[in-house]
């Protein structure tokens, strides 16, 4: 990888690493998240310093290219997020149906009591 790729690189994923530090310090991001972004920001910096693990690995799997190999990765880490993302996006979608349903059991009941009062 030339070297200003790599320097690119290392300065991209040192920001992105300061940046979700930054975010968990405000308390804007929930410690799930961030750590899952901090470990994708380590995993760039770490394409940087450990160059040759990566291409040896893509050597052994018989990937020519290791760009080839890291592009593969980034869409393994996307579809396992997206996944993850579906699993929380259902749990909600439960949880509002329980809210609707407790929301108009309790519509029902101050509904009732008002009828109940109003007539005596």
Known sequence: MPIFIRVLL????????????????N???KPIYSF?????ALGMLSIVVFEKFYKSIATLLGITDASFMVIVGL???LLVYVFYISIKL???SDKIQELIS???????????Y?????AD
């Open 10 to 25: 290392a300065i991209f994923s040192v920001s992105f690493f300061v940046g979700f530090v930054l975010l968990v310090r």
């Open 27 to 29: 308390k804007s991001v």
């Open 36 to 40: 899952l972004w901090l470990m994708v």
């Open 75 to 77: 869409i393994s880490f």
């Open 90 to 92: 259902s749990e909600m």
């Open 102 to 112: 407790f929301s108009s059991m309790l519509e029902h009941d101050i509904r009732v």
């Open 114 to 118: 008002r009828e109940k009062h109003e």
